[in-house]
């Protein structure tokens, strides 16, 4: 049927992804373009092709309102507890004493989290290499959604990959072994079983090298190598996709041939190698994407139908896929490379080429989801992708099939040479490019525009003014136009972002992670620092590469922790503390290593920003660093008057009561995140604020902000907003503000 239509499949899918958008996303854009599409669809075609796209189109649309139905009574229909869970074999992950796992019970999947006993228990879950069923003792929790804007939608993402459940198992009272019930859970078991076996027998860093480009599956204990890739641009080497299915796909073939089958009989055999290879890499979406196009090609589809009808494929066979960032990005290689015409160029000028249209073509893309661009990228992917696609891929496929006879762990020197040389290379590149992140309507535009480029670039006028277009579009993202006092969510503690429409930044507070107990080595995790999930990305997002100010309220970690994280990232002019921090000589020590200038600030100062500044009206003398040691600010930002106070309490409130008899304020910054100790009655009354502003993490084991002090807060008739319920807390404006909330 497809065949026949005047419209083409890649038209097709792309009416099909609005309307997947509009049913799941409820999209005002996605709308909009769809009306936009079917005008220009009843405008062009005959009748004919109008009637089998809507039929089409309206198939798709009942499917996807179906599978929305089957979600949302999934969601609603969640049991409390769980009692029984089924393990999916190739999902199981030891870090430290932590087992995390996809489990099934019923039609319910789950994300499961067990805390191990015993090194024996641990060693069993890493060497588990067959389907079991677990008895447990374990409460269902709803999964956290994004906390932060532009952060990570948790709840979201495992949504997507049909869960909406978290089991927080107590106890594993039992476990029974079973045999696999479906082609997918054999597939994913023997997955399961080479990742056991090569972790097994080999040495890292080259099995992570061999997990990773093998099967795709990247253990924990690659964290750090993985960040360096990603600073560098290239961690997208490994990223399953056409340089390991083209490569496989190649070896299958030949085996073929060789032993006699005929060409025309080779899609017969193609179809299950591709499931079997799809179930060992974990049926991530570029790999399936990859094995689709090959599967088509064989059927006589070329570059856009190809593409198209692999979309096309792909919303049955995974729905959700675009709402990925791996399926968004491997389509739009793909896409890239299907409108590629480089056939006057050959060698290394092609390369070049390739690299850099791909580059520039895929860079909105990647600025919305990530912010930044590493410009050093485009040559050493094409540097790395020749060793990765030539060497590295065939070495590590023989290794793997030779194991079971003789483990060539003699190679291994040679991963740690190369990660000896990608350190290097991170060493000596520049920081990535901080672009900031579009809006949804700032990246359709960017992506508009580029296609008109491409398309009529040789019209050197049009040229000018789309290149025009674009360069501004990414400066309005670089430095948007507008001023902000973002209070991010940071989990428990302190980090504020206070920025103007001319790009001054202030940050007050880093947060940092307050860790209480001493754990057994075999018990320790792999730690990832808060600011690299919460305030990294944002600050990122916001198209920021350069902190000017970075003010440091007192020495606690949940305000200071963070400080060396964030100046791995960013460029920070000058650090503002209190005489009394520089009592605290851990605190100096950590000041000294990052050799960045710092200030010594107190009562009478003042910092400029946004056309006005904030003074600092406390402390006058020097403390010992603590809660009532904090730097308070305080000044008129637009229409608002702000009071920042940090970590003080009772004793420094009454300090600033009596040397200031007139301080009236219309937003505080509630003391040490809503405590007990802190927002004195006596103080609120004298202020007269008429919001506060509270920075607690969620479920925190102090219970802020304290019940006591939020009716004090209601008596005053004060409005609350608070980061553990409502996540980031931002006001933004030009003269006059509108706050909003990520929840």
Not at 134 to 163: C, M, S
Not at 177 to 183: A, E, F, G, M
Not at 259 to 274: A, C, D, M, N, V
């Amino acid at each position: 049927m497809i065949e026949n239509m005047t419209l083409k499949p890649m038209y097709l899918a792309f009416l099909v992804a609005l309307s997947y958008f509009i049913i799941f996303t409820k999209s005002w854009l996605a709308i909009l373009l769809a009306m936009i599409a079917f005008t220009c669809l009843i405008k062009q075609y005959h009748k004919k092709t109008i009637w089998q796209t809507v039929v089409i189109i309206v198939s798709f649309s009942l499917y996807f309102a179906f599978i929305d139905h089957r979600q949302d009574k999934l969601e609603k229909n969640l049991p409390s507890q769980v009692s029984e869970l089924r393990l999916i074999p190739d999902s199981l992950s030891v870090d430290g004493d932590l087992l995390s796992a996809r489990a099934v019970q019923g039609k319910q999947t789950y994300q499961l989290y067990y805390q191990l006993q015993s090194i024996s228990e641990k060693t069993y879950f890493q060497e588990l290499n067959q389907v079991v069923i677990l008895k447990v003792a374990a409460r269902v929790e709803k999964p956290v959604g994004q906390r932060n804007f532009k952060g990570f939608d948790y709840a979201a993402y495992l949504k997507r990959e049909g869960i909406y459940g978290i089991a927080q198992v107590k106890a594993i009272e039992s476990i029974k072994s079973d045999n696999p019930k479906n082609p997918s859970e054999w597939v994913r078991l023997w997955r399961r079983q080479l990742l056991v076996h090569i972790n097994q027998n080999f040495l890292p860093p080259m099995k992570h090298y061999m997990t990773g480009l093998l099967l795709g599956y990247l253990d924990k204990s690659f964290d750090e190598m993985s960040d360096i890739y990603t600073d560098l641009g290239i961690i997208h080497l490994f990223a399953l996709s056409g340089m390991q299915v083209g490569f496989f796909i190649g070896i299958f073939r030949t085996i073929l041939l060789r032993l006699g089958i005929l060409r025309e009989h080779f899609i017969y055999f193609l179809l299950p190698f591709s499931f079997l290879y799809a179930g060992l890499t974990g049926f991530t979406i570029s790999v399936v994407r990859s094995l689709l196009q090959v599967i088509l090609r064989q059927f006589g589809f070329r570059k856009w139908d190809n593409l198209g009808l692999t979309m096309l494929i792909l919303f049955f066979l995974s729905p959700h896929f675009l709402e990925t960032i791996g399926g968004v990005l491997s389509f739009a290689y793909a896409f890239i490379l299907s409108r590629l015409d480089l056939e006057s160029l050959s060698g290394c000028r092609k390369a070049v080429a390739e690299s850099l249209v791909l580059s520039f073509g895929i860079l909105p893309l990647l600025i919305f989801y990530f912010g930044t661009f590493q410009p050093l990228s485009i040559l050493l992917t094409a540097c790395f992708s020749a060793i990765f696609d030539v060497f590295i891929l065939p070495l590590l496929s023989l290794v793997l099939l030779a194991s079971p006879l003789v483990p060539l762990n003699f190679f291994n020197p040679f991963f740690s040479f190369l990660e000896l040389v990608i350190k290097w290379a991170d060493q000596l590149s520049p920081k990535p490019l901080v672009f900031g992140s579009p809006n949804s309507a700032v990246l359709v535009l960017m992506l508009v525009l580029l296609a008109v480029l491409h398309d009529f670039g040789k019209e050197k006028k049009l040229r000018l003014w789309l290149l025009l277009g674009i360069i501004f579009l990414f400066a309005v993202t670089k430095n948007p136009l507008e001023n902000e006092v973002t209070v991010m969510d940071i989990g428990q503690g302190d980090s504020i972002l206070i920025r103007d429409m001319r790009g001054k930044t202030l940050l007050i507070d880093t947060g940092g992670r307050v860790d209480f107990t001493q754990k057994e080595e075999w018990r320790k995790r792999q730690v990832t620092a808060n600011a690299e999930k919460t305030s990294i990305p944002y600050l990122k997002s916001r198209g920021i590469s350069t902190i000017d100010q970075l003010l440091i309220t007192h020495t606690d970690t949940d305000h200071m922790g963070d400080m060396t994280v964030l100046a791995k990232h960013f460029k920070i002019k000058e650090i503002l503390i209190s005489p009394g921090a520089m009592t605290k000589s851990s605190f100096v020590k950590e000041l000294q290593a990052l050799k960045i200038k710092v200030r010594l600030i107190q009562a009478g100062d003042q910092i400029a920003i946004m056309g006005s500044s904030l003074r600092v009206l406390y402390p006058w003398s020097q403390g010992d660093g603590g809660n009532n040691d904090s730097l308070v600010l305080y000044g008129q930002l637009l229409d608002k008057r702000f009071l920042f106070t940090g970590d003080l309490e009772v004793e420094g409130e009454k300090a600033l009561l009596s040397q200031y008899p007139n301080l009236p304020v219309d937003v505080l910054k509630a003391g040490h995140h809503g405590s007990k100790g802190s927002s004195d009655p006596a103080f609120l009354k004298h202020i007269n604020a008429k919001v506060a502003l509270v920075s607690a993490g969620l479920n925190n084991r102090y219970h802020h902000p304290n019940d006591e002090t939020l009716e004090r807060f209601e008596v005053e008739k004060m409005t609350t907003y608070r980061t553990d319920q409502e996540g980031a807390i931002r006001y933004r404006g030009v003269s006059r503000w509108k706050v909003e909330t990520v929840r």
